[in-house]
């Protein structure tokens, strides 16, 4: 193919697209340049199709330090190695942009991979591999229902003199630390098929503003993927794809009959997968007994299968729409029940035990010393981390027995998820010095598990006296819908209504606002319309979790456990920091040594010194006071003499500091030689009497009574 060059402006910055030069060997290769951050996208499409029931489609985001001027990692090992969770989260929105828009019946892998090459450090890699992903699946003959887009909004920080804030499309990384709002939005055709974004509290009709705002700019950049998809103009793959038999269909809902129906509508989640799982059992079995080929009949198995669940989604969708009949009998907007423990374990920082229906997370906080942060170096960022939150998901938690090795991509994300809507209600380092960790552990799942984490470490938070001004909490809304103008937006989706709906949005919020939402889809996308009525329920939802949660703890502990480190911090003049660490760190070691304290110290003077008791921190806050203490004019001391020369005596008054007693200071009586009234270690006590400009302190013995006399 012939190497094509295609331009357009995106927020005031160019947007550059290189196709046919580089990954020829693709079903299809695009080379995207924002501003200076440059991401090459790849689709390929396996030849054969795999005995699976699903899509197999993988997004593979990689980044690489060359691509910012680092070289990164041990002594020993310099090739990057797994991918860091931001990076895993970005590749996890961006598979959540692209799979509705492919063909649910195909069986082929298709592997997208997204390599950011260079990066300039305003542009964040995300948006520019989401369109790159696109257009690469666009100019290869990979079927695809698109092309899609994303762009992320922000919005500038009004001033005191102004109300207005104005919208900000794709914020460099300076303009996001001045926003209060970062979200991705998505989608095609005046709708929205995937939403990834936080803010601070902000109020609903914020959010519906931004996405209203982003719709028509997402527009023009679909327009221009059209363009170049029109130009290159690959004709797309027929892919074999196996058609239904129409008499095995009818062979499956004979047998079925009510059944389904009878097996879905019960409250418990685990009678009602095993339920599912043995009429699906006896349906295969019964269906396949005459199949001699062991092939023939494993293909049959997986149709019957596909019926199967065509069959379950519409019940379950016919009777919502209808009749708003759910399968355990709440009303549509109506929250399951709502459990809230605190201190339920022994000896732990904080713990809060949240439940919603069968949903049980178990968060617990650890506090720990400044120096605890997680230092974060990526391509992107080299920071310290001083809060976090983890998120496990052990198999028992779904009544499963499976290998565990680890956080899995869905663990990480929901994580991350949780860690930003808990993150602006975290205090600042000066008002809580304290590392925070939070680890959520799913005991059971049946539905928003992610958002049972974020109101169970609210809980936690709470419970471990971390000074957060008010409870979070989450849920989780689905979706299910016959057209445009017929649809049932749901509260608290669990089991069925979530496998079989057509939309997940996860929103996480105080009483004031909201501060993280999540949604993708099955369908081509919602309007802004389901959104609006989506975001009134989830408020109404989340209001009513806090009112329960209020119920087990309203507002923090005064007090941190008796288990917790304590903390003093004191800022000290920055040029007295070399004081307290010493050459090589001798100092700094010895009051570590002997009062078995954490000390850490930041470029702005601030001193932190963690202890497990009061008695060890203060005895270290003494030692690093002296050290940097600033010595005033008039001060008294009682100081130890440690050089006598001719004109006088110095005299140690502080671990680090000495001060000179001239001969005519000694006393009020004249002084012939020093050494007549002086010797080398004698307590004397001095006073203050002058420090010059190059801060020598100047000392008189006058007119003071002196030890022993």
Request: aromatic share 4%.
């Amino acid at each position: 193919m012939k190497t094509k060059q295609f331009k357009t402006d995106l927020a005031g910055r160019e947007l550059k697209v290189e196709i046919g030069q580089l990954a020829r060997q693709a079903n299809g290769s695009v080379l995207l340049t924002y501003g200076q951050t440059t991401v090459l996208a790849t689709a390929v499409i396996s030849k054969q199709a795999i005995p699976v029931d699903y899509l197999p489609l993988t997004v593979e985001y990689e980044e690489k330090f060359y691509a910012a001027g680092k070289i990164k990692g041990s002594r020993f090992i310099k090739r990057e190695g797994r991918a860091p969770d931001e990076a895993i989260s970005t590749g996890r929105m961006i598979d959540r942009v692209l799979r509705p828009c492919f063909d649910k019946k195909i069986r082929n892998d298709i592997q997208i991979v997204l390599t950011v090459l260079s990066f300039d450090g305003e542009n964040d890699p995300d948006i520019p591999a989401l369109i790159a992903a696109s257009l690469a699946l666009g100019v290869s003959d990979i079927p695809f229902q698109g092309p899609i887009a994303g762009l992320r909004i922000g919005r500038s920080l009004a001033k005191e003199t102004e109300k207005k804030q104005d919208w900000i499309l794709n914020p460099t990384y300076k303009a996001r630390e001045e926003s209060d709002l970062d979200l991705v939005v998505a989608g095609k055709d005046g709708k929205v098929n995937m939403l990834e974004g936080t803010a601070g509290q902000a109020p609903e009709e914020i959010i519906l503003g931004a996405i209203e705002f982003s719709l028509p700019q997402i527009k023009k950049v679909i327009d221009f993927q059209n363009q170049i998809i029109g130009e290159v103009g690959v004709k797309k793959a027929i892919l074999e794809t196996e058609e239904t038999d129409p008499k095995l269909i009818n062979q499956v809902k004979k047998w079925i009959g009510d059944k389904i129906e009878k097996t879905i509508y019960q409250e418990g989640k685990k009678g009602r997968l095993e339920g599912l799982g043995e009429l699906k059992i006896d349906l295969i079995s019964v269906l396949t007994e005459t199949e001699k080929s062991e092939d023939k009949k494993r293909k049959k198995s997986v149709q019957i299968s596909e019926i199967f669940e065509d069959e379950i989604d519409g019940i379950v969708r016919k009777n919502i729409l209808d009749s708003e009949k759910r399968p355990d009998g709440r009303k549509i907007d109506e929250v399951r029940k709502i459990g809230a423990q605190v201190g339920f374990l022994p000896r732990l920082h904080g713990s809060g035990l949240f439940e919603r229906g069968e949903t049980q997370a178990l968060s617990v906080v650890t506090l720990g010393a400044p120096g605890d942060e997680q230092t974060i170096e990526t391509m992107e960022i080299d920071a310290k981390k001083r809060f976090i939150h983890h998120y496990n998901f052990p198999p028992f938690c779904v009544g499963e027995a499976r290998p565990m090795r680890g956080p899995g991509r869905r663990e990480i994300g929901h994580g991350i998820l949780a860690e930003k809507a808990l993150l602006p209600l975290i205090p600042n380092k000066d008002e809580f010095p304290y590392t925070i960790r939070l680890v959520s552990e799913i005991l059971s799942s049946n539905g928003s598990s992610s958002m049972a984490s974020v109101s169970g470490s609210s809980l936690a938070l709470m419970d471990a006296g971390v000074p957060i001004k008010r409870h979070i909490s989450g849920i989780a809304m689905g979706l299910m819908m016959r057209s445009a103008d017929e649809f049932k937006v749901l509260t608290d989706i669990q089991g069925p209504e979530d496998h079989h709906g057509d939309m997940d949005c996860k929103v996480a919020g105080t009483k004031l606002g909201m501060t993280a939402c999540q949604m993708d889809v099955k369908i081509e996308g919602v309007t802004l319309e389901i959104l609006k009525e989506t975001f009134e329920q989830a408020q109404k939802a989340r209001r009513h979790i806090i009112e329960e949660m209020d119920q087990a703890i309203g507002q923090p502990r005064p007090e941190l456990s008796s288990y917790a480190p304590r903390i003093i911090t004191l800022r000290i003049n920055p040029d007295k920091i070399r004081k307290v660490i010493g050459p090589g760190g001798k100092v700094i070691n010895e009051i570590i040594d002997e009062t078995g304290v954490k000390i850490d110290i930041d470029d702005d003077g601030l001193v932190s010194i963690t202890s497990n008791n009061e008695e060890a921190g203060q005895k270290a806050l003494e030692r690093v006071n002296d050290l940097t203490r600033e010595v005033k004019l008039g001060e008294m001391f009682k100081g130890v003499v440690t050089r006598i020369l001719d004109f006088g005596a110095f005299v140690k008054i502080l671990p680090d500091q000495e001060g000179m007693v001239h001969v005519s200071e000694i006393s009020s009586q004249r002084v012939e030689r020093v050494e007549d009234a002086l010797k080398v270690g004698q307590e004397v006590m001095v006073k203050v009497r002058n420090i010059d400009e190059l801060g020598r302190i100047n000392l008189s013995m006058k007119n003071i009574e002196q030890p022993g006399k």
